[in-house]
């Protein structure tokens, strides 16, 4: 307040009525009525701007509180009846922490999935990968399931694996091909 009276003192208690009061001209600084409208209309903005804080907060999982079945609920999570907020928040934060996955990453995954070298070639065709396996997949459909999981929802997926056998006279070839679109299987010999 850039000005000040005593009525004014003993009325405007509201954070926003004092601020408010310095907009109109000093006449009403005498008048009981028109601080006791300030001072109304100044608590009702100072609640205002109590619940916009608060939503800001609870964007935030570190400093949510009534938000946090919300964030919960948007990741899954179902927490216990004895965890406390901090432990709810730090459960959340650790579902949200996310590795980016690159190319590399990505084959590591999948070849301690498979039990095989995997490889990945990327831009084989519009929108589309290769991941090629190089040796028996035992656990196929679980692998085709976690690339599904894991490949950007945009790009298509071609998978193969290669087998080699080695005998006396000749190599034989098979390559198996998937795609994780259709989980159509095409076999070729080549």
């Known amino acids: 307040m850039w000005y000040k009276t005593e009525l004014m003192e003993q009325i405007l208690t509201s954070e926003s009525a004092k601020r408010m009061i310095d907009y109109v001209s000093p006449i009403y600084g005498k008048s009981r009525i028109g601080l006791w409208l300030?001072?109304?209309?100044?608590?009702?903005?100072?609640?205002?701007?109590?619940?916009?804080?608060d939503i800001y907060d609870q964007i935030f999982v570190s400093r949510a509180t009534w938000s946090l079945p919300y964030w919960e609920k948007a990741?899954?999570?179902?927490?216990?009846?004895?965890?406390?907020?901090?432990?709810?928040?730090?459960?959340?934060?650790?579902?949200?922490?996310?590795?980016?996955?690159?190319?590399?990453?990505?084959?590591k995954i999948l070849s301690s999935l498979s039990g095989v070298e995997a490889k990945i070639v990327e831009n084989t065709g519009k929108n589309t990968f290769q991941v090629i396996f190089y040796g028996t997949v035992n656990n196929y459909d679980e692998v085709l399931r976690r690339i599904e999981q894991l490949k950007p929802a945009h790009l298509i997926c071609d998978v193969r694996i290669s087998e080699v056998s080695e005998s006396e006279t000749d190599i034989d070839y098979a390559i198996v091909s998937s795609s994780c679109e259709h989980s159509s299987v095409i076999i070729s010999e080549v």
């Open 38 to 53: 300030f001072q109304i209309i100044g608590l009702e903005l100072d609640d205002v701007k109590e619940i916009c804080d």
């Open 75 to 107: 990741y899954g999570i179902t927490p216990l009846p004895d965890q406390t907020i901090e432990q709810r928040r730090q459960q959340i934060k650790q579902r949200r922490e996310k590795k980016a996955l690159n190319p590399a990453r990505f084959e």
